[in-house]
């Protein structure tokens, strides 16, 4: 029969050996990093590269060369409150100063803003 004390013994030992093992894969994966990284230095010293050759790789890239870059477009406004001057361009949910005011009984069309090409 095995006495409390052999188990912590045990216990013990089969802690020592966990260590061992953890110093063992720690250094292992520091050697296999060294050689990684050596291997990396080599292959850009073979190809002439350099770290900001390996950024712009991964870039997306297009056929005609620079990625186009999508421009935003500003919309008109189209509605205005004229007591405080907010506005709206008739995109996306309708602001809350303007729900009030048709809550309360106004017009959409009381707060619409003249287009200037208009005649």
């Excluded at 953890?22 to 230095?41: G, L, P, T």
């Excluded at 048709?102 to 090409?117: D, M, N, Q, Y």
Aim: proline share 3%; net charge neutral; hydrophobic share 35%.
């Amino acid at each position: 029969m095995t006495t409390l004390q052999d188990l912590r013994a045990k216990q013990e030992e089969l802690r020592l050996q966990q260590e061992e093992i953890a110093r063992s894969i720690d250094a292992m994966k520091s050697e296999q990093r060294s050689n990684v990284i050596a291997e990396i230095k080599a292959l850009m010293a073979q190809h002439n590269l350099t770290p900001a050759d390996l950024e712009a790789s991964t870039r997306p890239s297009r056929a005609g060369g620079e990625a186009k870059v999508r421009e935003v477009s500003k919309v008109a406004v189209k509605y205005r409150h004229a007591d405080t001057g907010e506005t709206w361009t008739g995109r996306g949910l309708k602001p809350r100063w303007l729900a009030a005011a048709i809550e309360s009984g106004r017009s959409i069309e009381e707060f619409l803003v003249e287009s200037p090409t208009a005649s």
